[in-house]
């Protein structure tokens, strides 16, 4: 059974967030799916530096899709720190 951990938001994930609100109008119900997945199963996101790790939501009508930038904060928390649209090349899609 997966450890199911709280999620934290420091205060620059909540000041990003609330600019991105205006280009991504579903931005709630967008993370909602990969705040369960941070929650759950935390340990199975890329390590990008450190303990920082990152996890990858999909686009969909409204929202485009994201990148969140969260650490493991201890056994039973995770910490969201950064949000932000993923680039995207016309030729390739998403990079």
Known sequence: MARIRQIAYD???L???ALLQPDAR???E?????LWLI???AEDCEIVERNLRVAFTDPFPDAPAMRI???ITDDKTCTLHWVEHLPVD????YI
């Open 69 to 71: 930038y969260f650490t």
């Open 39 to 41: 929650a759950t199963h």
């Open 90 to 93: 016309e030729d390739e899609g």
């Open 11 to 13: 205060q620059t994930f």
């Open 30 to 34: 967008l993370l909602s799916g990969v």
């Open 26 to 28: 579903r931005l709630d």
């Open 15 to 17: 000041d990003q967030a």
